[in-house]
């Protein structure tokens, strides 16, 4: 039998082994806690331990005297006040002063045969005013292979003991309850009444099963022992009555839990505990772990969204700039094809014989197509220009108002929900947030310093440096009224300065018509090329423009959303290993009870 069971053992001990080790690795991988990672590492070495039984509880509530009883020997101080004040462990050996081997870690060893396949850990009380002994209770809890949990018949499973048995549950342990103190009961029927509610307690609030549960006296046990041990070990006196034998306690189950703890303990039970502790340590780390990658994909898709929506945003404000902006190329338009019908009047009112006195006077001629013809029109232009930048500017304003309302409003959503741990709770979060800062901060910063006034000046004079180059001129206004006086009055003077008062008598009648139907062309050809001109100039410069506002915004959302595709990618793949890896748990834990079933 020990032969199978051993075999049996090796194949499920190395399988669990693997098993930890690719969990660790990916835990690892995944940004896990570190002391995740720490833990499954100490795991395959505890492994290879002897079983532990650790026994837990609310100090005076007799942790310490039942480890004594079972022994049948004062080795752990017992009384009132708290006496285990650092985690003790209870080995195979001859007796001593125990060893100190590591931080708040005592080794006592005793000649009891049950140590040889076990050993046994005393724990701090769970009440401990100082909370680092509870800590020290609640970090050795995952080692235990099985748990004793004590607790008083007369304060049974109080607020913090069932905090404590919560915590317990969590980490996948078999859990025996340990009531102690019946020598103190006040009848029998409180021993029933106790066992009735710790029942429906445990199973209803802890979500167990019924409960393993012993009601015992470890000071009467533990006082039978050493009475027997006395009894033994002294001279009898001559004619001295033997020692008074005391009737054991019928409520006392002291016999039974020791019985479970020596003999049953032992083979298949003590194997199939054993090889349950890793699947119960993995199942609550992996629990955890997939909770947590959970929540930071589901941060990682919600960011993703953001910047989709900023996207889009950015998307529908350059299609809806583009689309709108062509209202102020009509502008302009309209302004030119007022200017065309002036100049057509004109020409028709001043290129004929009866003007011939005036169209010799260059200066003349050149101030009333000024006035008549040319009027305001370039102010009028250079306005619809003014119009035009300021409504850049300001629905460019509007773009990084939104886009900062929307990443301020996804922050505050995924901080109510939860979603977000503390800062630099993990590497995955302290990215995050540093690339989220690099992301908002330059939003903000564009925001705080956003001067509309500056920024209308420095593209129009951009449009104006555009036309210098396009045209020959200076200034927007000015510039654009030379062109017209300097384009069209010459060819108005061409007409008249050169022929004799005589000829232009005796032709005037033949020429002018036709002069003035050619200028008159040549005026609304110049004039449709000054359109497309001025049209493809504004559209350049407001190409050049909207491809600034638009970069901006990509080159501050595009790091964060590499990041994003890197963790997404980095997480689901995590997510299926530790899912794997979980369900791999399930089954190990099935082939286990399945070998080495429980006993009833």
Do not use: C
């Not at 690719?22 to 331990?49: C, F, G, I, Y």
């Not at 300001?394 to 979603?419: C, I, K, M, P, Y």
């Amino acid at each position: 039998m020990e032969q199978v069971l051993t075999r049996q053992q090796g194949e499920l001990v190395a399988l669990e082994r693997r098993l930890v080790l690719r969990v660790r690795d990916a835990l690892a991988k995944s940004d896990a806690p570190p002391a995740d990672v720490e833990r499954l590492a100490s795991l395959v070495n505890e492994m290879d331990e002897l079983f532990l039984l650790v026994i837990v509880g609310e100090y005076n509530t007799g942790k310490s005297t039942f480890i004594n009883a079972l022994l049948g020997d004062e080795v752990f101080a017992m009384g009132d006040l708290p006496t285990t004040r650092a985690i003790s462990i209870l080995s195979y050996g001859e007796a001593g002063p125990p060893k100190s081997i590591g931080e708040n870690v005592h080794l006592y060893h005793y000649p009891l045969e049950v140590l040889r396949d076990l050993d046994i850990v005393d724990t701090p009380g769970t009440n401990s005013i100082e909370r680092m002994e509870e800590a020290i209770t609640r970090g050795f809890v995952p080692r235990a292979d099985l748990v004793l949990f004590v607790t008083s018949l007369l304060q049974p499973l109080t607020a913090s003991e069932l905090d404590f048995l919560t915590h317990i549950r969590e980490w996948g342990k078999k859990v025996v309850f340990v009531v102690n103190g019946v020598d103190r009961r006040n009848s029998d029927d409180q021993v029933d009444r106790v066992r009735e509610y710790l029942t429906r307690e445990i199973t209803t609030r802890l979500g167990a099963s019924s409960p393993t549960m012993y009601f015992i006296s470890a000071l009467q046990a533990l006082r039978g022992k050493l009475a027997v041990r006395r009894g033994a070990t002294a001279p009898a006196a001559s004619g001295a009555p033997a020692a008074a034998s005391v009737a054991p306690d019928p409520r006392n189950e002291y016999p039974a839990l020791e019985k479970y703890v020596l003999e049953t303990l032992r083979e298949i039970e003590r194997v199939r505990l054993k090889l349950l502790t890793p699947l119960g340590v993995l199942r609550n780390l992996l629990k955890g772990n997939i909770t947590a990658l959970d929540g930071r994909l589901l941060v990682v898709h919600e960011d993703a969204r953001v910047l989709r929506s900023i996207r889009e945003q950015l998307d529908a404000y350059s299609a809806e700039m583009r689309s709108d902006s062509e209202r102020y190329l009509i502008e302009v338009r309209n302004v030119l094809y007022e200017l065309e019908g002036r100049g057509r009047s004109w020409f028709e009112r001043t290129i004929r014989i009866g003007n011939a006195n005036f169209l010799r006077n260059k200066d003349a001629v050149e101030n009333r197509f000024r006035a008549e013809v040319v009027r305001d029109s370039p102010n009028e232009i250079e306005g619809v220009v003014h119009r035009m930048v300021d409504w850049t500017v300001q629905r460019n304003l509007r773009l990084w108002s939104s886009v900062f309302a929307e990443l301020d409003a996804h922050t505050v959503r995924l901080r109510e929900s939860g979603a977000l741990a503390p800062h630099g709770d993990t590497e995955f979060h302290y990215n995050r947030e540093e690339l989220f800062a690099r992301l908002r901060e330059p939003i903000e910063r564009r925001l705080g310093e956003f001067d509309t006034d500056k920024e209308a000046r420095q593209i129009v004079e951009s449009v104006k440096e555009a036309v210098t180059t396009a045209f020959g001129v200076n200034v927007l206004a000015i510039g654009l009224g030379g062109i017209l006086v300097a384009a069209f009055t010459t060819a108005a003077l061409d007409v008249t300065g050169v022929l004799t008062a005589t000829i232009f008598a005796i032709a005037g009648w033949l020429i002018i018509p036709a002069r003035r139907r050619r200028l008159v062309n040549e005026f609304e050809a110049k004039i449709a090329k000054l359109n497309e001109d001025l049209a493809k100039l504004l559209r350049t410069k407001f190409e050049e423009q909207l491809g600034r506002y638009e970069q901006q915004i990509v080159e501050i959302v595009a790091p964060y959303g590499r990041f994003l595709e890197t963790e997404r990618v980095k997480l689901e793949s995590g997510l299926g290993e530790l899912r794997d890896a979980d369900r791999e748990v399930t089954t190990l834990e099935q082939r286990v009870m399945a070998t080495f079933p429980e006993r009833n």
